[in-house]
């Protein structure tokens, strides 16, 4: 019969919970924000549209994180219920019934979503402390 010896659970688990003190919500969406930077930045810089005025560009934001449980999210740009001086750019993104959709959020993302993960990987660990 073999037996099996574990030391350090304690510390293990110790230091796990550490992890999830630091990690407060402020910390999560503040590592949200920056990992969306590279895809506001694209969306900003896109010339799909016409923007003459300068006031759809300048109007595309990061939003203030939303906390639901454990989930925590980041709106960047515009949303379907947008209703704010920028409100046209969602009919760029999505198309009305005379328009078709020429979406440029949708883009940015896909074209900057591995930068976004990775600045949140690294920003997670900076935060917890992992290096």
Excluded: H
Excluded at 7 to 20: A, I, N, S
Excluded at 76 to 83: E, L, P, Q, R, Y
Aim: proline content about 3%.
């Amino acid at each position: 019969m073999a037996e099996l010896q574990m030391r350090g659970m304690d510390e293990l688990l110790e230091r796990l919970q550490g992890m999830e003190t630091k990690m407060s919500n402020k910390l999560k969406g503040a590592v949200l924000i920056k990992a969306a930077q590279p895809i506001l930045a694209d969306a900003i810089g896109t010339n799909v549209f016409k923007d003459q005025s300068g006031k759809g560009r300048a109007g595309l934001k990061t939003g203030r994180p939303a906390f639901k449980g454990d989930k925590v999210t980041v709106l960047i740009g515009i949303d379907k219920g947008d209703i704010s001086e920028i409100f046209y750019m969602k009919m760029v993104e999505w198309g009305t019934s005379k328009m078709p959709a020429r979406p440029f959020l949708t883009k940015a993302f896909e074209r900057n979503k591995a930068e976004a993960y990775e600045i949140l990987k690294a920003e997670l660990r900076s935060g917890l402390g992992l290096w």
